[in-house]
């Protein structure tokens, strides 16, 4: 059964994008044994892609605190936030099961590439419960299933969302 549900989730990464989450944190889809991705622009300087991603970090998580984000000029950015949107996710029968993610990520910079690292804090719902990795996985097999497919979801809609407007981002000097 757990082989099964173990299946089930590294499905449900496929589907939405380039990590999944496991008992032992988010990893790659394509290289499992890593917990990071390297994600290519070519003919962009490493200061380029970090002005770039520190303006689309600032703009989407504005409340973000200090103590939430740190940055080494032109070679990291490290940062946790909270999802956008929330889900039902039924953990537990008493309280609130609307739940968001929350997450902290790395981003490393060099010429022409960025290494993403995510990593899974918790879960949270309105009464500030927190449902961290170990507990997750605890639970019954289609609870899992389902808050997998919410964190994986997440996490990948925000590496889609980092590589497109990486992609698209142009030298502003003038």
């Known amino acids: 059964m757990k082989k099964l549900l ?8 496929l589907a939405f994008g380039q990590f999944t989450i496991t008992p032992e944190n988010f990893k790659s889809i394509d290289y499992n044994s890593k917990d990071y991705i390297v994600l290519a622009f070519p003919n962009k300087s490493k200061h380029e892609l970090f002005v770039a991603a520190k303006k689309l970090v600032n703009a989407k998580f504005e409340k973000t605190t200090s103590k939430e984000y740190t940055e080494i000029e032109n070679e990291q950015i490290t940062f946790s936030s909270f999802s956008s949107k929330s889900q039902l996710i039924m953990l537990n029968f008493a309280g609130s099961n609307i739940y968001h993610v929350h997450n902290q990520y790395e981003l490393n910079f060099k010429d ?11 879960l949270t719902n309105f009464e500030s419960n927190q449902v961290y990795i170990g507990d997750l996985y605890k639970k019954k097999e289609q609870r899992i299933i ?3 497919e919410f ?6 809609g925000f590496v889609s969302e980092l590589k497109g ?9 003038w």
Do not use: R
Not at 112 to 122: R, S
Not at 165 to 173: G, I, K, R, T, W
């Open 151 to 156: 964190i994986n979801q997440e996490t990948n």
């Open 112 to 122: 022409g590439k960025v290494m993403v690292k995510p990593i899974y804090q918790y």
């Open 165 to 173: 407007y990486l992609s698209n981002s142009v030298n502003e000097d």
């Open 146 to 148: 389902k808050a997998s």
């Open 6 to 13: 173990l299946s089930a989730v590294l499905f449900s990464g």
